[in-house]
């Protein structure tokens, strides 16, 4: 009996299977891997959806965990916040990243750009989950993940606009896994599906000749058809297929590289989706109102701008000492256009899990939210606030509240147990769930939880 009792305290040592009470000595982090599989735009409705083909996938939510209400995200939910969000466990308002890259300001008449490009360390605020893994003494690959460039913990990268003159591409092609043309017109090929068979390869390769500890993988294609064919269209149940068939490339390979039965796979989204009939054009409003000025595309110059986001918006006055002044004005007009459900003030921003204008430069004046149905567009050419978006029929950016936006998630592998049906969470509690399953500290005090229930 005491030995017994002494067992079940040594958690951090051993663990007892769910199927025949056999205990099994616990393998050490770093001679396992866990991936986190991030499929962009993969809503939970589309994952209950019995005609979404994905074979590959029901068979590790049988074999593991799965939330089949949804995973909630993050405000924006847009991709490289909740990416950030998945990596870190705390909120844009703490991690920072607010865009698909870093808000710049122009000066006080030109409106802001995004910058995707910048530094990992200009970007996210706080330490992260691969942070944690590196300073752990563990190693870390990642492929197509986003608001990761340069990031120093991160051993081996495959990055969205890849170097092809790096040691690692001239590795893939000396290798066969690429041929050299494939490597070259990568960063000009706009074929999303062909890339993510190229990042699909890639990961392949890692993880048969590197191992890491901890890989994250970011295949594409199916926000890309979501957007312009609409979730749940055929286009739509054909790319969920398709990245159905490259996960299980990623399985094959952990096979071969005999890593399966120490392996723990996650797979995860950054945000659901919503069909789209209607664009709305809040720059056109600003024109209109005397607050932009436009020569067709291009502003010339502005007292105010907004910055779009799909189903959602950040509006700007650009000049901070006319901010008091203006600001009444800006609300009033971008409440006006149609299409718009609601305008919240910048400074409620904690309320969504955002920042306030003081906390982060990114951060919008004013917060636009779109009509079900509607998004936003950046152009101030043109008359018509509203128009219809016959090549645009699916996005995202709406509140989180929204269960359309939720996303799927399944664990399967090691240290997960089998069954298991999640009936609430959030992609918060991914970071700390990763970092227990690698017996790693995250370096920030997470707003998520360790899922414990999925955990052996």
């Known amino acids: 009996m005491r030995f017994f009792t002494h067992l079940l305290a040594g958690t951090a ?25 991030s499929v962009d735009g993969f809503p939970a409705w589309l994952w209950r959806d019995p005609q979404t083909p994905l074979p590959t996938l029901r068979r590790l939510a049988a074999e593991g965990a799965v939330c089949d209400a949804g995973m909630k995200v993050s405000n924006p939910s847009v991709t490289w916040i909740n990416h950030t969000t998945l990596v870190t466990g705390v909120e844009p308002r703490r991690h920072g990243v607010l865009y698909n890259g870093l808000l710049v300001r122009k000066g006080p008449t030109l409106p802001p750009v995004i910058e995707p490009w910048r530094a990992k360390t200009e970007l996210v605020r706080v330490p992260t989950v691969y942070d944690a893994a590196h300073d752990a003494g563990l190693t870390v690959a990642q492929i197509d993940w986003v608001a990761i460039t340069n990031a120093p913990s991160v051993n081996w990268n495959w990055f969205e606009v890849p170097d092809t003159t790096s040691e690692w591409s001239k590795e893939l092609v000396a290798q ?34 590197r191992k890491p500890n901890l890989l994250l993988f970011h295949p594409l294609n199916t926000d890309n058809i979501n957007h312009q064919y609409g979730p749940g269209s055929w286009a739509s149940y054909t790319a969920f297929g398709y990245v159905d068939r490259l996960i299980a490339e990623v399985l094959a390979a952990l096979d071969e590289a005999g890593m399966k039965d120490k392996a723990t796979v996650i797979i995860a989204t950054d945000h659901g989706f919503k069909k789209v009939s209607k664009f709305i054009n809040p720059n056109i409003a600003l024109r209109k109102a005397g607050l932009l000025k436009a020569a067709g595309p291009t502003v010339t110059s502005c007292d105010a701008y907004v910055v779009t986001q799909g189903g959602m918006a950040f509006a700007f006055v650009t000049d901070p000492a006319k901010k008091a002044a203006l600001l009444p004005e800006l609300r009033e007009v971008c409440g ?29 004046d004013l917060i636009l939210y779109a009509k079900a149905g509607h998004a936003f567009q950046a152009t101030a050419a043109g008359e018509a606030e509203v128009i219809d978006s ?19 998630f399944i664990a399967w592998g090691y240290g997960i147990r089998r069954g298991v049906k999640i009936t609430e969470m959030k992609n918060l509690d991914i970071a700390p769930t990763i970092a227990r399953l690698l017996s790693v500290k995250l370096g920030v005090t997470p707003d998520g939880r360790v899922l414990e229930e999925i955990l052996k």
């Open 13 to 37: 040592f051993a663990f007892v299977t769910g199927f025949s009470g056999v205990v099994a000595a616990e393998i050490p982090a770093r001679d396992r891997i866990v991936v986190l599989i």
């Open 176 to 209: 066969g896994v690429l041929t050299p043309q494939e490597l070259a017109e990568f960063i000009k090929g706009k074929n999303v599906a062909w890339r993510d068979m190229v990042w699909t390869k890639a990961t392949a390769h890692i993880i048969k000749t």
């Open 336 to 364: 006006k256009i149609p299409g718009v459900e609601r305008v919240l003030d910048g400074n409620d921003g904690h309320t969504l899990g955002m920042p306030t204008p003081a906390e982060n430069q990114g951060m919008g």
């Open 390 to 408: 016959p090549n645009y029929l699916g996005t995202h950016g709406y509140a989180n509240t929204d269960p359309e936006l939720n996303g799927a």
